[in-house]
């Protein structure tokens, strides 16, 4: 049995000090009151693990490029150090064989044990193409019948998926959701109307709010009015600074607050990689002042991780640690629906958790009990 006693330890109740989280068989069995006489004392403050819904990549792989058990383990050892314990392998739009093979990829990871991955997200290529970014155009297209066989199987782990709402239809979605599907809603420019429609057919939620959307005007709210205003629908930010504007985000965080906002990173495969540039569908994207930017300066990913999310949670949007530390663990575990298990530390729960220095950076991880960085 594992012992650990932190300096100060996040739990329901908030920020305490002076108790012992014991562990076995990679579940927490006891939070207790007191050091124990056993437990091991870390210097830090001990906080659930970082649950990512958007990772393209890391460690300088790719999920695109290659959708392998030995590429998933790549991205999840890279994550891991910034204290991610549990991350939604991302697939953009790309070829129709691709999501088959990133499905039979995750599956095989999960069988093979490989530590960090929870489950897999579809961005697209259900998207709308004036809103594309850098998903290349010729991969959007509209949900057929083909694509929702794939994706009402049955899976061993959550499937979330992001949509337009002009290419996927309200019947579609029902069936998506019927089957287990979380359904968010991005790249889009519907109009309010049918961006609502999604919503009442089950989509729960928005990815990279503000990016890939219109902006919100007083008699035309569009996709990002609808998501301000809706108090149930959850909704991802990519919090660097970059992507959103530090008042839009300070808007946000006020309709939304820390049990809607999802914190994600949207990493391509330079975190965690001393290599300032990739390769995404044949053109080279570089990190440029903490940005990843095509040639025509187009944003392509981002270049952040959850630690650092965290921290700009707590900088740029005047969050407590405890909201910020909520937003990067519980709410993103409660919109993927595996927040019976992880996102907090309690007895029961998984044993995931991240050791922070007090200017928020990871210093060390456990997953299911076993330290990993």
Known sequence: MLALAPTQLFTDDGMIENATVRIHGGRIVDVTHGIAADARKLDGLLAPGFIDTQVNGGGGALFNDTQTVETLKTIAMAHAQFGVTGFMATLISDERGKAAAAIAAVSDALAAGVEGLLGLHLEGPWLSAPRRGVHPAEFLRELDDADLKLLTKKLPFPLLVTVAPEQVSPQSIRALVKAGVRVSLGHTAAATGLVEQALAAGATGFTHLFNAMPPMEGRNPGPLGVALADRNAWAGMILDGIHVHPTSAKAAFAAKTADR?????????????????????????????????????????????????????????????????????????????????????????????VLLDDDMHAKATWIAGRQVH
Do not use: C, Q
Request: charge should be neutral; aromatic fraction near 4%; charged fraction near 20%.
């Open 261 to 353: 906002l999802m914190l994600v990173s949207d990493a391509m495969a330079t975190i965690g990689s001393d290599t300032p540039s990739m390769s995404l569908f044949g053109e080279t994207i570089s990190v440029r002042d903490n940005a990843l930017r095509t040639a025509s300066g187009t944003l392509a990913g981002a270049h952040l991780e959850m630690s650092g999310a965290v921290r700009n949670a707590v900088t740029l949007l005047g969050a407590s640690r405890n909201e910020a530390l909520r937003m990067g663990s519980l709410t993103p575990a409660t919109f993927v629906g595996v927040d019976h298990e992880r996102g907090r530390i309690a007895k029961g729960y998984r044993a995931d958790l």
